[in-house]
């Protein structure tokens, strides 16, 4: 009976030690782990719209373009685009749902918050970093060379001076720590030169 009970206490500990790790370390997929464990972004299976990346991320539309997986570190949709917002996650981080490989272009239009204006921001894709200042307080379409030796299906944009809109504005409350307005991001295959150039949005 001793021998049964010993048993018995020892499959207990075991299952009791193996829901506890599940419980700690949950397997679950990266989209559900950014928004219910590290609540990396405000969204959970957004409604999607069909487009190619040649065809670009919309951030003034509710939702995600086919070809974006998840986000983080990306604010909620408002009207003209979303606000990348460092409370959620340290950068801005679009997931894809395929690779990108080879000579591409990356556009991006954003306008800068108000402690990133004259800031550096730095694009990092595929192990590569690309660095652009922001010099206007307005949307502005920066275009950036990537050579993908390693293909890559993570993209992020780190603003170097994200902050809490009080900090320039004292009768602001907004909880948020904003760096860039993003308002379009494009990807397309071949250098930027090749297509047409950087222009500021009208």
């Not at 990396?40 to 999607?48: G, I």
Request: net charge positive; charged share 25%.
């Amino acid at each position: 009976m001793r021998a049964i009970q010993t048993a018995i206490i020892a499959l207990l500990v075991v299952f009791y030690g193996v829901v506890a790790y599940l419980a700690l370390s949950p397997r679950v997929g990266d989209e559900y782990r950014a928004y219910y464990v590290d609540r990396a972004t405000p969204e959970w299976r957004p409604v999607r719209y069909p487009a190619q990346p040649h065809e670009g991320f919309d951030l003034s539309r509710p939702g995600y373009p086919a070809f974006v997986r998840y986000t983080a570190g990306i604010s909620g949709h408002e009207g003209w685009g979303r606000w990348t917002d460092a409370r959620l996650f340290p950068f801005a981080r679009i997931v894809f749902n395929s690779k990108f490989a080879g000579t591409v272009c990356v556009s991006l239009v954003a306008r800068p918050a108000g402690k990133q204006l004259g800031r550096e921001v730095i694009v990092r894709f595929g192990g590569q970093d690309r660095r652009f200042v922001t010099s206007e307080d307005s949307a502005v379409q920066y275009q950036l060379d990537f050579s993908l030796d390693k293909p890559s299906d993570v993209l992020d944009i780190v603003a170097s001076a994200p902050a809490r809109p009080r900090e320039w504005d004292a009768s602001n409350s907004d909880p948020r720590k904003l760096g860039l307005a993003l308002h379009r991001l494009v990807i397309r295959p071949g250098r930027c030169d090749e297509g047409e150039a950087a222009r500021s949005p009208s």
